[in-house]
C-alpha cells in the first residue's frame, strides 16, 4: 500500500513539483494550497506524512504545524517544513514545534524525495511489535505507537515518542543530547541541544506522576531509571 503525503503549498509550480516528484518515487499524494483546504480534508483522511510550506496566505506555517502536533489523531504523523527563510532560528523554532525536518528553498526535488523517505524510515524503525513498562504508570505499545500513562492515552508527538522510546530501550543508560540529535534527526545541524531539552519538557508534562522516571543527567543528557 501506497504511503500518503500531504503538500501544502501555495506556490502551484512547486506545489506541482514536489507531487511530481512525490509520485515517480511511488507515493500518493494530495494536494493543498491553502491552510483551510488541507484542514478541510484533514478532518476526513489521514497521511503518513505533511510537507508544509511556513510561508502560507490564510496561515503561518508554524500555527499549521502546532495544530497538527496538538491534535490527538495526528500528533505523532511526521512534518517537514519547506521554506525561503534560512535563519535558524526560524528551523529551530519549527522544530521545537514539532516538524521532524525542513528544506529551504530553493531545494533539489530529489532531497525532499530523500528526507521524506528518512523522516518515514526514522518513523518506522520506532515500531515493531513489543511493550515496555516503565515503572507501573506507562506502558510502550511499540506496534501501536502508543504509550499508556495509568491506564491513558498520552498524545505524544513523534519526537517526543522518540526520545521516550530511546530511553525506554535501555533503562538505566544515558543518552547524550548528540546522540538523541542522531538518532531521532540523523545529526541534523538546526537540531541544537535546546530542541532536545524542550521536548523533553513537553513529554515530562504528558507522563504526569511517570514523569519521575526520566532524569536529567547534568551536563551529559537523560536516562530512565526506575
Known amino acids: 500500500m501506497k504511503e500518503k503525503v500531504a503538500v501544502l503549498e501555495d506556490e502551484k509550480d512547486i506545489l506541482d513539483l514536489i507531487s511530481l516528484h512525490l509520485e515517480k518515487a511511488g507515493f500518493t499524494v494530495s494536494k493543498f494550497s491553502t ?22 496566505p490564510d496561515m503561518d506555517g508554524i500555527d499549521v504545524c502546532r495544530q497538527v502536533k496538538n491534535n490527538p489523531g495526528s500528533s505523532s504523523m511526521p512534518v ?34 530523500a528526507r521524506a523517505r528518512s523522516v518515514l524510515r526514522r518513523y518506522s524503525r520506532q515500531g515493531g511489535d513489543e511493550k515496555i513498562y516503565i515503572g507501573n504508570e506507562i506502558s510502550i505499545d511499540t506496534g501501536k505507537r502508543q504509550v499508556l500513562v495509568e491506564g491513558r492515552i498520552a498524545e505524544l508527538t513523534f519526537a517526543e515518542y522518540g526520545i521516550l522510546f530511546i530511553l525506554a530501550s535501555k533503562k538505566g543508560w544515558v543518552f547524550s543530547r548528540e546522540k538523541i540529535i542522531d538518532t531521532l534527526w540523523d545529526g541534523e545541524k538546526a537540531v541544537i541541544e535546546r530542541t532536545v531539552d524542550v521536548h523533553v519538557k513537553n513529554l515530562r508534562t504528558k507522563l504526569g506522576n511517570g514523569k519521575k522516571y526520566i532524569k536529567n543527567v547534568r551536563g551529559i543528557g537523560y536516562k530512565i531509571e526506575e
Not at 491552510?35 to 502560507?56: M, P, Q, T, V, Y
Not at 529551530?92 to 530553493?106: I, N
Open 35 to 56: 491552510a483551510d483546504d488541507f484542514f478541510k480534508s484533514f478532518s476526513r483522511e489521514s497521511f503518513s506524512l505533511l510537507i508544509l510550506d511556513l510561508i502560507l
Open 80 to 113: 517537514i517544513m519547506v521554506t525561503a527563510k534560512t535563519e535558524l532560528s526560524d528551523k529551530v523554532v519549527g522544530l521545537e514545534m514539532g516538524a521532524d525536518d525542513y528544506v529551504t528553498k530553493p531545494f533539489s526535488p530529489r532531497e525532499l524525495v
